[in-house]
């Protein structure tokens, strides 16, 4: 007799979510269990990948929704192969099965908006997107800029660190040092630095001898962003038909604070909303939740989100045609004006603008990795309300 999964698109405090969990998890720890201690938990955090006790998994999974699509439990000693894909079938499932077994091949993939389905769907792929026919298949095919920078990053991808090296590849090192700057706040000259140490030490391994080198690898993922010169004033942009003006059409304020040298006076960074977007859906880890305010329920009708105010509910009302594709993007935005150099210059100020998709759940779109800076704006003041002019 099939077991009932029916409750795991249910609600988690639901005592169908409730009693189907504890179904789940008698299951799994007679069936797929690690003397009968442990399991894979399957939560949306350890994701299969980490070894939970009974109290911890049943935790998680009361916290965090069950996967939707892991309605047959190979992870967890379930052994028909009836529902399983064809590419599956007759294969011992480990952790490495289950995860992409090139992890930059999958997030280059990602980056130019190739996406691997869920290993439960129907039309899974078995094969990594790398080569050059699947990518002349893609919606990329013609723009020969594109073309170079996709297996530019293919081959960094798949050249190891140094003969030998079988955990890092020439571009995992990279981005895992790259993340380390971020995290620590490290400034370019102490990258630049640490670069050039590592290559005088290991000469025979393939790191870039400065920190711009290795930018021009990290910008081929689309980590970059665009400078636009703006009156000291904050009246305007020199953007579009206004690029070649000289001084601001409202205040006349010159557009340099060095004539002779060209300097601008201020400099809008500006990241591109439109790709960050694209990125959200071209991931298979963020396409599904980016449809969550739509299709996950609320059945207690206790608010939980911006998706269960009056507000946003009027909101459908007003606009009928925008409420009826729930991938069209809602955001959020906030400003606030920091000085990034602590007591060391108190007379500076920067004014970041962070955006947040309110089409993920409340558990994903608050975290800080799902923000998207979208500008930062330099200066001593906040921007007023100036009518500026387009």
Same mark, same amino acid.
Not at 285 to 305: I, L
Not at 326 to 337: I, Q, T
């Given at each position: 007799m099939p077991i009932d999964k029916s409750w795991i698109s249910k609600p988690q405090n639901t005592p169908e979510y409730?009693?189907?969990?504890?179904?789940?998890?008698?299951?799994?720890?007679?069936?797929g269990s690690v003397d009968g201690r442990v399991i894979k938990c399957p939560c949306p955090i350890c994701g299969f990948k980490r070894w939970k006790e009974r109290g911890v998994v049943e935790e998680h999974l009361t916290c965090k929704p069950f996967p939707k699509n892991y309605k047959f439990w190979y992870m967890h000693g379930e052994e028909s192969t009836a529902t399983v894909p064809q590419c599956f079938q007759n294969t011992n499932f480990t952790e490495d099965t289950l995860l992409p077994q090139n992890l930059m091949t999958t997030m280059i993939n990602d980056a130019f908006g190739f996406t691997r389905n869920d290993v439960n769907e129907p039309d899974v792929s078995c094969e990594p997107i790398n080569s050059e026919e699947t990518f002349n298949e893609g919606h990329i095919e013609g723009n020969n800029e594109d073309y170079a920078k996709f297996f530019e990053l293919i081959e960094d991808g798949k050249q190891p660190l140094y003969e030998g090296c079988e955990k890092y590849s020439k571009l995992s090192f990279l981005i895992k040092l790259y993340h380390i700057k971020c995290l620590c706040r490290m400034t370019d000259k102490a990258m630049s630095m640490i670069l050039e140490l590592l290559k005088d030490a290991f000469?025979?391994?393939?790191?870039?001898?400065?920190?711009?080198?290795?930018?021009?690898?990290?910008?081929?993922?689309?980590?970059?962003?665009?400078?636009?010169? @703006?009156?000291?004033? /904050?009246?305007?942009?020199? #953007? $579009?038909?206004d690029e070649g003006l000289q001084e601001c059409k409202r205040c006349k304020t010159s557009r340099w604070k060095n004539n002779k040298k060209k300097q601008p006076a201020k400099i809008l960074r500006y990241f591109p909303l439109k790709p960050r977007l694209q990125r959200l859906f071209m991931c298979s880890?963020?396409?599904?939740?980016?449809?969550?305010?739509?299709?996950?329920?609320?059945?207690?009708?206790?608010?939980?989100?911006p998706r269960?105010?009056?507000?946003?509910?009027?909101f459908d009302l007003l606009h009928p045609e925008f409420?009826?594709?729930?991938?069209?993007?809602?955001? @959020?935005?906030?400003? /606030?004006?920091?000085?990034? #150099? $602590?007591a060391m210059a108190t007379n500076y100020s920067i004014w970041p603008v962070v955006l947040i998709p309110y089409n993920r759940p409340p558990w994903e779109c608050m975290k800080q990795t799902s923000f998207i800076l979208s500008m930062i704006i330099p200066g001593k003041q906040m921007?007023?309300?100036?009518?500026m002019d387009s």
């Open positions: 409730e009693n189907g969990l504890r179904i789940f998890l008698d299951f799994a720890f007679k069936h000469q025979d391994a393939k790191i870039p001898v400065s920190f711009y080198e290795a930018k021009k690898t990290i910008n081929k993922l689309g980590l970059n962003y665009t400078k636009i010169h @703006a009156c000291p004033n /904050d009246c305007m942009l020199y #953007f $579009g038909e880890k963020t396409a599904e939740s980016m449809r969550w305010h739509s299709v996950g329920g609320n059945q207690d009708g206790v608010m939980r989100h269960d105010s009056q507000a946003w509910k009027t409420a009826a594709d729930p991938r069209n993007v809602r955001l @959020a935005l906030s400003s /606030d004006g920091f000085n990034p #150099f $602590g921007p007023g309300n100036i009518q």
